[in-house]
């Protein structure tokens, strides 16, 4: 171990600062990873891993302090995985996430917007209705850990509150490990996924073996005492099915569109729902569907953009590669009246082609909404539409990504290829104090 002292210039998306250590002549040397030091801020450290070109380090002491630092309000920050950035004022991560978006469009897109778009913000704290809670039996400490991982690791971080998940969801993580310490199958639940709904939370628990009678009082007795809905999964999502109570249905709702959204808890859904309804309405607001409008929801899932459309538009087209998400969608469109606007396939949309777009017909206004991989061939096939037959492509684009470097990506090939403009990109702080970048970016024809 060697301790040093470095002043810090940037941060990484893993929220650690970037310093170098200068050289014999006073040129910047080695690059420095210091976990917990911010930019502007001089630093001692640690090294614990090095390599030829740079060194990762933990910060053993703060000679020079930035005015963006703040007290982490999660007393668990130090250990738990589960967020990255509680050290540095809200806003200031939001302008880091921007800059990242940037750097990827003009570094790996070789693309820049016409306009950055200001960030679209959402609640700060209790934002994370969605999260999948890891849970361990530790001999050692003879009781059962339930939440995120440490950081780095891959132990279960020991946690008896949390922050980011909204407060009955958290003030319910000490009893829930007393629960699943209490039941025959105390060390056959690995994971316990949280959703929570308008007006219940669903928590799933993965069981490895059966329940004995005596865990299904204790389940239940524990589901009328916090009032949530208890869900079981014996093998993968598919089987993932409610227990107790069977009533009432998880669903959000979109009310600007006057939409309500039953949904699974293993379903894809956004992370929150008034972060959401910001996203819905100000994707709908830049696509600008027109009544006479025909228009493409890519990666669809179970409606969630597509409903919303569906009130604006003459036509809309969900694609997906889900067949439970298709067939939700379908059942969301009918409850919502909006079957006859709406139509949805499933397809796998890695590998659409040119053919593929040209059968599916002229679309005035796309929505693309990818995994973290992106939408490479449908970008690709956007392309070769151009060659093909330029008059069916849709004269807008909204993409939402939660991939920056995806998104830089197919953006390239929007505008390099396929002859679109990126008139506009910006960041939704979607995920605040973790380095997920959520953003979207509007391509018009040029
Ligand atoms: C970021 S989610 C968006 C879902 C939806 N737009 C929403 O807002 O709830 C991405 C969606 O892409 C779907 N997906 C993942 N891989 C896919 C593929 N290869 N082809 C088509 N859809 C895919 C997932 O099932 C998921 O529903
Ligand atoms: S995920 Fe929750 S427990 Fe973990 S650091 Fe963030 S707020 Fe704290």
């Known amino acids: 171990m060697q301790e040093n002292i470095i002043d810090i210039k940037s941060l990484d998306m893993d929220a650690r600062g970037i310093g170098h250590i200068d050289n014999e002549d006073g040129s910047p040397g080695k690059v420095v990873f210091v976990e917990g030091a911010l930019p502007g801020e001089r630093v001692s450290f640690e090294t614990f891993k ?33 967020c990255s950035m509680q050290h540095l004022e809200p806003s200031a991560q939001v302008a880091i996430k921007q800059r990242v978006l940037e750097d990827n469009l003009w570094h790996i897109g070789k693309v820049k917007a016409e306009t950055v778009m200001r960030p679209m913000y959402g609640p700060t704290w209790g934002y994370r209705y969605r999260a999948r809670l890891s849970v361990r039996h ?5 009781t059962v850990l339930v939440g995120f ?45 949280v959703a929570v709904g308008e007006d219940v939370t669903a928590l799933v628990l993965r069981i490895m073996g059966p329940l004995t009678a005596d865990d299904e ?34 669903h959000y709702l979109l009310p600007e569109f006057g939409v309500r959204m039953p949904f699974k808890p293993v379903d894809f859904t956004q992370v929150n729902h008034h972060i959401n309804r910001v996203l819905v309405h100000k994707a709908l607001g830049l696509l600008d569907v027109q009544p006479e409008d025909r228009v493409a929801d890519l990666f669809c899932g179970l409606g969630n953009f597509t409903l ?34 709406t139509s949805f396939s499933t ?33 690709l096939a956007l392309g070769a539409l151009r060659e093909q037959q330029p008059e069916l492509m849709p004269k807008r684009i909204v993409y939402v990504s939660c991939s920056p470097s995806t998104l830089a990506r197919d953006a390239n ?8 403009r990126l008139s506009k990109a910006g960041v939704v702080n979607m995920f605040p104090h973790t380095s997920h970048v959520e953003s979207m970016a509007v391509f018009d024809l040029a």
């Open 413 to 420: 090939v929007l505008v390099n290829v396929a002859g679109y």
């Open 308 to 341: 919303p459309l569906a009130t604006q538009g003459r036509e809309v087209v969900g694609i997906e590669g889900s067949t439970a998400l298709t067939e939700r969608a379908l059942d969301n469109a009918k409850a919502n009246g909006l079957s006859a606007k």
């Open 149 to 193: 991982h440490e950081k780095k690791s891959i132990y279960v971080a020991d946690i008896s509150s949390c922050q980011i998940l909204p407060p009955h969801v958290s003030d319910m993580l000490l009893p829930l490990r007393a629960l699943i310490g209490s039941l025959s199958l105390y060390n056959q639940i690995p994971q316990v996924e």
């Open 347 to 379: 397809r796998n949309l890695f590998e659409v082609t040119v053919e593929d777009l040209i059968a599916l017909g002229k679309f005035d206004r796309m929505l693309i909404d990818p995994p973290r991989d992106g939408a490479m061939a449908v970008s």
């Open 138 to 142: 530790v001999v050692k400490k003879g």
């Open 217 to 250: 009082t204790k389940l239940k007795a524990f589901a009328d005492q916090y009032q949530i809905q208890f869900w079981l999964q014996t093998k993968g999502p598919d089987t993932a099915a409610p227990y107790y109570p069977l009533e009432p249905q998880l």
């Open 50 to 82: 090095k390599k030829k070109n740079w060194e990762a380090a933990r910060m053993t002491a703060l000679h020079r302090e930035s005015s963006l630092r703040v007290k982490p309000k999660c007393v668990h920050f130090d250990y738990c995985g589960g």
